[in-house]
């Protein structure tokens, strides 16, 4: 039987008429009310404080419920897409690029709108469930472990079957989330 229990939502800030768009989330029970419960300090925050500095309430809307979590997953990512971040020219405050990264197109590629917000919750998503495997092992994770255990191994001209978890256990580590066990191959996760 498949969970349906999720929903997607958008925050959107009255103080313009209609009223816009900020923010679009997936979520269960109350999470589409909970940013305006516990403002935090990001963008989206920021924002809901200018919007409650105003005199003004956050409009939260349901936008689809009754859906599983990759239906939930899938529609999200489409909609952060359409409507972009706020880092590529974009209306919402979501933080789905990376810091450190660069919008920039290479040269004499064509970049759609909504591609690089498409990619950046892939790769949190891939980078989740990294962490996900590396903590449930404690002696760590070979790079060939997480590829093969995870499904990201190619079968393209044999050698370079393993690079995109290289660069995902890369991109960890630089952020801090994982560290070489003792000087080892194996991977550890950082708890934070």
Same mark, same amino acid.
């Given at each position: 039987m498949t969970d349906t229990a999720y929903y997607i939502y958008a925050l959107k800030d009255p103080r313009q008429s209609p009223a816009r768009p900020f923010y679009i989330g997936k979520g269960t029970g109350t999470r589409a009310w909970d940013h305006v419960a516990r403002v935090d300090e990001t963008r989206k925050g920021k924002r809901i404080q200018k919007i409650h500095a105003a005199g003004h309430d956050v409009v939260t809307s349901l936008l689809a419920d009754g859906l599983s979590e990759i239906q939930a997953l899938k529609l999200e990512a489409e909609l952060i897409s359409a409507f972009g971040t706020e880092s590529t020219g974009g209306l919402l405050t979501n933080s789905v690029i990376p810091s450190g990264t660069t919008t920039v197109a290479p040269k004499g590629v064509v970049l759609p709108t909504g591609v690089r917000e498409k990619a950046q919750l892939g %790769? *949190?998503?891939? =980078?989740? *469930?990294?962490?996900?495997?590396?903590?449930?092992?404690?002696?760590?994770?070979?790079?060939?472990?997480a590829a093969r255990a995870l499904g990201l191994q190619s079968d393209y001209?044999? /050698?370079? =079957?393993?690079? %995109?978890?290289?660069?995902?256990? /890369?991109?960890?580590? &630089? #952020? /801090? &989330?994982? =560290? &070489? =066990? #003792? /000087?080892?191959r194996r991977h550890v996760a950082q708890v934070k």
């Open positions: %790769l *949190a998503f891939l =980078k989740e *469930a990294i962490l996900e495997l590396a903590q449930a092992n404690p002696n760590g994770v070979l790079n060939s472990e001209l044999g /050698g370079s =079957k393993d690079y %995109l978890s290289w660069s995902l256990l /890369g991109l960890l580590m &630089r #952020d /801090g &989330r994982m =560290k &070489r =066990k #003792d /000087g080892s």
